[in-house]
């Protein structure tokens, strides 16, 4: 009998002192997304859209061996508590990605985490000779190393403002 193979995520938190609303329209404005993440360097949104459930947007990421672009949309928007976006869109997604934002006494507890959907590794199947094994694998590390220092960089950012 063959069982489910449990799809990678990661999640990290980190305390900022600023409020969640602050925090929320910062992580929400993903045209600054470029300005913390390690991989993703540039996104916009797709006609002139902005953070509202439905909304489109296209990153740009890049490792040293590889440039790419995806484009995401926006499944939660609700300010000072979720933002989450999934890659691929709704109907066909390869990873989801989501910020909460939780009062606390020293300002913000935000939480930044990392999903990989089946599509994803179906693709990566289909793609690799592996089975997109290693691919996995490197995107898992990726996210292991990425999301602290993303959401170190939203910190020193918010709190310098």
């Not at 991989?39 to 949104?45: H, L, P």
Request: net charge negative.
């Amino acid at each position: 009998m063959e069982t489910e193979q449990e799809l990678p995520r990661y999640s990290d938190h980190i305390t900022i002192a600023r409020p969640p609303d602050v925090v929320y329209a910062m992580v929400s404005d993903v045209t600054r997304m470029g300005e913390w993440s390690p991989v993703c360097k540039a996104c916009w949104w797709d006609d002139g859209d902005s953070a509202r459930v439905g909304a489109w947007f296209t990153g740009r990421n890049e490792q040293p061996d590889r440039t790419w672009e995806t484009r995401s949309e926006v499944v939660a928007a609700e300010p000072g508590r979720e933002f989450t976006f999934l890659v691929g869109g709704a109907e066909s997604p390869f990873v989801r990605w989501s910020y909460t934002f939780a009062p606390v006494d020293e300002g913000t507890e935000l939480t930044e985490s990392w999903e990989v959907m089946p599509a994803l590794v179906a693709r990566f199947a289909d793609a690799f000779d592996d089975g997109g094994v290693a691919t996995l694998a490197e995107r898992t590390a990726t996210a292991h190393a990425g999301i602290p220092a993303t959401l170190a960089a939203i910190k020193e950012a918010a709190e310098r403002s």
